[in-house]
Nanobody, 118 residues
């Protein structure tokens, strides 16, 4: 499995970014695709995820309403639309995959840097 996040950049507070996660290496039917982030000096935290087959989404409570995850099965790409960004959203964002019945995430790539200026 290979997952590559992209789309990060520098944005002012209140702005928006859309991250992409290009997936390859297998059929992802039955998988969840997740977004995570890691801010400087902090542990990696879960942002949200989407079921590859059904498109069901779930988010960490603190980000509900600002982040929206979607996927394009034809393009094998998962997206994270991030709105009303805050300086606290500054982090490296990663995508990963896990099988529905598993708790182990894998396929981590290099991540993409998001920097939100105040």
């Amino acid at each position: 499995v290979q997952l590559q996040a992209s789309g990060g950049g520098l944005v002012q507070a209140g702005g928006s970014l859309r991250l992409s996660c290009a997936a390859s290496g297998r059929n992802f039917s039955g998988y969840y695709m997740g977004w995570f982030r890691q801010a400087p000096g902090k542990e990696r935290e879960f942002v949200g995820g989407i079921g590859w087959s059904g498109g069901d989404t779930y988010y960490t409570d603190s980000l509900k309403g600002r982040f929206a995850i979607s996927r394009n099965k034809f393009k094998k790409t998962v997206y994270s639309q991030m709105n009303n960004l805050e300086p606290e959203d500054t982090a490296i964002y990663y995508c990963a995959a896990r099988f529905r019945s598993s708790t182990e995430w894998y396929g981590w790539g290099q991540g993409t840097q998001v920097t939100v200026s105040s």
